[in-house]
């Protein structure tokens, strides 16, 4: 194989290694860029080992480009249940109908036209565009950042403006063309398998003889980040209404989290309050205007849900009603039974979840 002149061998070891270490992994037998795309955009915030199961189901109810396109936005949100960051599914909806309609339901096969597509950035227009068609674009992802920095003994942070830029035209420099898709794989796959960010396996690495980081014992340092994004805390109180064997969903159409997912009727607070302080607020009022009678039939224990940049505090108050008040304006009534059918946060599918384990 080929070296560029730059790359100390870097790509030729690389190879060598995941040809003898890499997983396999059902998208690595396709050259689809439709499998690549799926398998991408599902694995940018998942872990393999609970990706590989969404990934499976998704794409055998959409096989392909047009058969998303014409499925709903509520069945691709079902099938994406679970795996959060739902703004993904959405995109990918977006981005296959737009294909259907511009590009007669196949894939543009320029970086371009790719990188175009609703919800893909550089790093999945690269991995795209060379897995499938071998095209010479430098993927640079977490994986790929933590082993350019520890390998050379880059100190420049890789969450600023500065660092971004000079990771990438790094790793556009050590890109062999003639084996682009195999080298971005490759690279990629040593940072999730070997050089992780706790406890690297530095002896068994191909890149240990020339690792800057592993020969002056810094590879806890790298890579640098300036920073970490501030997170916030949210207080979430639910409300599991039942009236006459049904119950209370809305659809969440706000530009926050979840959107487009279902959800009990919900009051949000500025911090943590008990049901007796809940009880007599206004938005409280608001809810179970028009309704006599209301039964509190239990109390969730709290739950705490961790996003990226904000933690969900919730608990869920059964209720039972005598009647529908002034609900059936906002909320849609759903029969409980019928509830799996709707796509709901991962967080309220645990409760129910809880409940039917508590029925048994």
Request: aromatic share 14%; glycine share 6%.
């Amino acid at each position: 194989m080929e070296e560029t002149e730059n790359d100390f061998g870097i790509s030729r070891k690389l190879c060598e290694w995941y040809d003898a270490h890499k997983r396999d992994l059902p998208w690595r037998h396709s050259r689809d860029p439709y499998i690549i795309w799926i398998s991408e955009i599902i694995l940018q915030q998942t872990r393999v080992a609970q990706g590989l199961g969404y990934f499976n189901r998704f794409v055998e109810r959409f096989p392909d480009i047009r058969s998303l396109a014409e499925a709903s936005e509520d069945e691709v949100l079902k099938y994406w249940q679970g795996l959060g960051y739902y703004s993904r599914a959405r995109n990918l909806h977006a981005a296959a109908r737009f294909m259907a309609e511009h590009y007669d339901a196949r894939f543009p096969q320029t970086y371009p036209e790719v990188r175009a597509l609703k919800g893909i950035g550089d790093y999945t227009a690269a991995a795209i565009v060379s897995f499938a068609w071998n095209l010479p674009y430098a993927v640079v992802d977490g994986n790929v950042y933590r082993v350019l920095a520890r390998f050379f003994g880059i100190d420049t942070p890789i969450d600023t403006g500065a660092g971004k830029k000079y990771f990438a035209e790094l790793a556009q420099r050590l890109l062999p063309p003639k084996r682009a898709g195999l080298h971005n794989q490759a690279i990629m796959e040593l940072g999730a398998l070997q050089c992780v960010p706790q406890a690297p396996a530095c002896t068994a690495c191909p890149l240990a003889d020339a690792c800057v980081a592993y020969a002056n014992q810094s590879v806890s340092l790298f890579p640098v980040k300036q920073g970490r994004t501030k997170t916030r805390d949210r207080f979430f109180h639910y409300f599991y209404i039942i009236y006459n064997g049904k119950t209370f969903l809305q659809k969440r159409t706000k530009n926050d989290i979840w959107k487009g997912l279902y959800e009990f009727p919900l009051i949000e607070t500025d911090e943590a309050c008990e049901w007796t302080e809940l009880s007599h607020t206004n938005e409280f009022d608001r809810l179970f205007s028009g309704i006599s009678k209301r039964m509190l039939r239990s109390v969730s224990p709290l739950y705490k849900h961790v996003l990226s940049h904000q933690t969900l505090y919730t608990t869920f108050y059964q209720l039972e009603i005598n009647e529908a008040g002034g609900l059936p304006h906002d909320f849609d009534q759903v029969p409980i039974e019928g509830l799996d059918q709707y796509a709901v946060p991962r967080l309220i599918q645990k409760y129910l979840d809880s409940l039917v384990r508590d029925t048994k």
